[in-house]
């Protein structure tokens, strides 16, 4: 991700609604950076850091483990206007997807838990690993780093042109909780407009 410089700005106003605490420790979450990073950072301890993550995932609603927490925070701060990516490189070298990945794509960025995916496109967990993996790779993504892999991947495909913020927004709306739980009995037609053109890029 070296190549793809960006940076992660909170809107004015959303700041102003925030501790300075809270504030900072969303930024710190939005640029992908680990519990251990954000408390060495931060000089506190990793419990702490804990805490006040518990705090952030009750007042988005990111709880249920039908999401991924950290990376549903990021996709609704973007998803709400609340949060600006800036980067100097974009459509640089879009990733040419299948539709699996296509697919697995959509649904990690907007924050989904593995669990959730695998039911939504009938496949096992497992898979949705390998898949992920496929996506790390294809985007330069490195696991072993301290920075979260779902939220850098997040960030690689809006930057690479493989989604944009329009479809980040809509498919965000699309899977609040209640309509994802429902979307999850029948989740065909949902799964088709994920690889239509106008729905998602690469």
Known sequence: MAELDFTIILSEEFSDKLSPKKAKLLHAISHGMSNKLIAESFGISIKAVEQAFAELNKAFGTRDELYNSRLRIVASLIADGHANLETEIRNSETTVLNDNLKQTLALTVIGLSTQAIAQMLGVSPKTIEQRLGQLYDYFSIDTQS?????????????????????????????????????????????????????????
Not at 146 to 173: C, F, S, Y
Not at 178 to 198: A, H, N
């Open 146 to 202: 301290q920075e979260n892999p779902r939220v850098m991947l997040l960030l690689a495909a809006i930057i690479r042109g493989n989604i944009d913020l329009a479809q980040i927004k809509r498919l965000h709306r699309e899977t609040s909780i209640d309509r994802l739980k429902r979307i999850l009995q029948q989740p065909e037609y949902f799964v088709q407009k994920l690889t239509k053109p106008s729905n998602i890029i690469g």
